[in-house]
């Protein structure tokens, strides 16, 4: 058995599914459920709208329903066609298929404005004439009612001309907006007449320049809902109060209403996750791009190694709340790390090369000695390394004065090179300055691995790589991006001052076994004791690269055993 961390298992249903069945049982959605993805296009997705993909698209083949991908794409100034490409790439990637329902909101346009307009016919929306800033003013707060607009009772007609000449592109940004009239006095401040359409004459990624007013999200987003047939509209906590509106829009159209249903987004410690921030970081060059694999994006995380599979399991254990929390980023951590175990091979890769010479081992020769591939897996069999006279080890392998309990190579002390030989250390060559350059090591002829007779004990065994066979590559060590929990929940502090300088170490030449030369970008294996790696986007066959996507130590795991 592996030591895996004992899971508290989530009841069977959560609270999204209890509503489901719920209205499974009663026929409400004549027990259909089709759900959707909504993202707006203004940047890369983030783990945040991982957790939202698995939610939907899962709840989707759990009921045999459908799960449609609509961005959200009513805000041209934002938005960019690129970020459209990169999203459809990442919810692919995470496993899942939207089939044919891709669907854009600005699709919707002419159908949004039609309801606009019947909206105005019913009295229900109006042209305001006031500023932005008047309106924000008159609206009231909490505990005082707001006034009404002395453009509130315009007639009909007058809203419809007005409406017109909004849409002909006859008047400048911020001259008017389209209002929905609602209830001035309302407790709930969403509902005192907001704006529902505004002018804007930007370029739009797919309408051009054919519109110069674009609604606002709480009137589009609904009625998409409402034209795709989604059951149910599965957003975040922070549009709970939107709800009343979502429902107004479409009861005051009597067209068919789904069923919002909110639940706490994921927050995860050590990172930010608004895709603002995360913009600011691109833009200011203080990562490598979106998908910089210290970036908290599916891109990034994809790129440092994660898989679709650690990524899916993690949303599953994160589990669907009603209330804020913060998720520890070792549970993502172990997520991977359980993950890659089943399934990485093991390498032989050396990071901070010290050079021995195995003096009684013949110049020339080579050994190729079977090692196992995968001791969690059974079918993935064996591959040879070459052994030589001369091989690298890593400097932390070895210490002339150790602390006790340091089982690894001392002078006149043994070890086992892994699949191979016990070594002992016979001589420390130095250099002017005493540094240490060279280890001049025996080997015991008869204590070969898997056929070792010596009777020999030794307690510490260590990874080696051939000098004369090393591949050289570059390797990448990642650290948190962040040195504080909440980087972005200082209120005097802005986020970027929590960068953490030390997220990134290169090693250029780390030395590894020949077998991994060819492997392509994306490729996982765990290089032994140091962790899992993958060959990074940068990696050529001139030069390797690769990234540490985790080390192999749990830190999570031994935080549940305390
Ligand atoms: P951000 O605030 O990071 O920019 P957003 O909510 O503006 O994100 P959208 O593109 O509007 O980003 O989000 C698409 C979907 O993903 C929405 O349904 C949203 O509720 C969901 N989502 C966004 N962030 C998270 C998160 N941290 N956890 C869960 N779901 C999220
Ligand atoms: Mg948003």
């Avoid at 400097?395 to 070594?423: C, H, W």
Wanted: charged share 30%; net charge negative; with cysteine.
């Amino acid at each position: 058995m592996s030591n895996e961390p004992e899971i508290t298992e989530k009841p069977s249903l959560n609270f999204i599914e209890e509503i489901i069945e719920e209205h499974n049982a009663t026929g409400k959605y004549a027990g259909k459920v089709h759900t959707r993805f909504p993202p707006e296009p203004n940047g890369y997705l983030h783990i945040g709208h991982a957790k939202s993909i698995c939610l939907n698209f899962t709840l989707g083949q759990k009921y045999n329903g459908l799960t449609n991908l609509r961005f959200d794409d009513t805000n041209p100034a934002a938005e960019e066609a690129e970020y459209v490409e990169a999203i459809e790439r990442d919810v692919r990637w995470l496993g899942f298929s939207w089939d044919d329902r891709k669907f854009f909101a600005s699709d919707y346009f002419d159908k949004l404005y039609a309801y606009a307009v019947q909206l105005i016919k019913l009295g229900k929306a109006y042209i305001d004439d006031q500023t932005q800033e008047e309106i924000s003013q008159t609206r009231g707060n909490t505990f005082t009612a707001g006034k009404e607009s002395p453009y509130r009772n315009r007639t009909v007609e007058e809203n419809l001309a007005l409406f017109e000449r909004m849409r002909a592109g006859e008047f400048p940004e911020g001259k008017c907006v389209l209002r929905a009239k609602i209830d001035m006095a309302s407790p709930n401040m969403h509902l005192r007449d907001p704006a529902i359409y505004r002018i804007k004459h930007a370029e739009h990624h797919r309408t051009g320049d054919k519109w110069h007013i674009y609604p606002m999200y709480d009137f589009a987003h609904c009625l998409s809902d409402s034209i795709e047939g989604i059951t149910h509209s599965i957003c975040t906590l922070e549009f709970e109060v939107h709800r009343p509106l979502y429902d107004w829009i479409l009861e005051t159209l009597g067209v068919y209403r789904p069923q919002q249903i909110e639940f706490a987004r994921l927050n995860l410690n050590y990172t930010v996750m608004s895709k603002r921030k995360l913009l600011q970081l691109v833009n200011e060059k203080l990562v490598s791009g979106w998908d910089d694999p210290r970036m908290p994006t599916i891109s990034g995380l994809r790129r440092r190694g994660y898989t679709p599979e650690a990524i899916r399991n993690f949303a599953t254990k994160v589990g669907i709340a009603k209330r804020d929390n913060v998720i520890d980023i070792s549970l993502l951590e172990f997520c991977i790390r359980e993950h890659l175990n089943k399934v990485c091979t093991r390498i032989m890769a050396v990071l901070n090369p010290i050079k021995v010479v195995i003096t009684n081992y013949p110049e020339g020769k080579t050994e190729n000695l079977p090692t196992e591939n995968n001791p969690e897996d059974e079918n993935a069999g064996t591959r040879t390394v070459p052994f030589s006279r001369e091989i690298w080890i890593e400097q932390d392998d070895f210490m002339e004065n150790p602390p006790k309990g340091y089982f690894r190579l001392t002078p006149n002390g043994m070890v086992r090179l892994k699949s191979a030989y016990i070594i002992q250390c016979n001589e420390v060559v130095k250099d002017a300055n005493g540094n240490i350059t060279q280890l001049n090591c025996t080997y015991i002829e008869n204590s070969k691995s898997g056929e070792d007779t010596s009777g020999l004990k030794v307690k510490g065994v260590i990874h080696w790589v051939s000098i004369a066979h090393a591949v050289e590559a570059e390797v990448r060590l990642y650290d948190r991006l962040f040195t504080d929990e909440a980087p972005d929940g200082h209120e005097d502090k802005d986020f970027k001052e929590f960068i953490n300088p030390n997220s990134l170490t290169v090693i250029p030449n780390a030395k590894l076994e020949p077998s991994i030369a060819n492997l392509p970008a994306g490729e996982r294996v765990q290089f032994q004791r140091l962790g899992y790696f993958c060959v990074d986007t940068d990696s050529t066959k001139d030069k390797l690269v690769f990234n540490r996507t985790v080390g192999l130590k749990d830190s999570w795991a031994k935080e549940q055993k305390k």
